[in-house]
């Protein structure tokens, strides 16, 4: 009777340990993965805020350095020397420095 009560706890003490863990397992599985695409998410936001901000910074930069060889060419216009060293700008660019010029002149900002 005792080996009979031995082998019963035996098996029900294995039953206990061994049903819970592929629940447990399934589990931890599941939150590891939900953790690591969003953390791959996280990166992709950060490395695409950054190319963002490059992008800003450059195209910022190029056109204030735009802005500036502008004002020099009105300067030199108003002057009275006629430069020919930029042949390539176009009149849509004259335009819109002179434009962008005389609201800054009326209002009293600067636009960079």
Partial sequence: LGKIIGGVCSL???LVIALPVPVIVSNFSRIYHQNQRADKRKAQKKARL????????????AFVAKKRAAEARLAAQ???VHLEDDVNENIFELQH???LRCLEKTTDREFV
């Fill in 97 to 99: 420095h002179h434009l």
């Fill in 50 to 61: 950054a190319r963002i901000q490059i992008a800003k910074a450059t195209s910022g930069a």
């Fill in 12 to 14: 029900s003490g294995v």
């Fill in 78 to 80: 108003e002057a009275g």
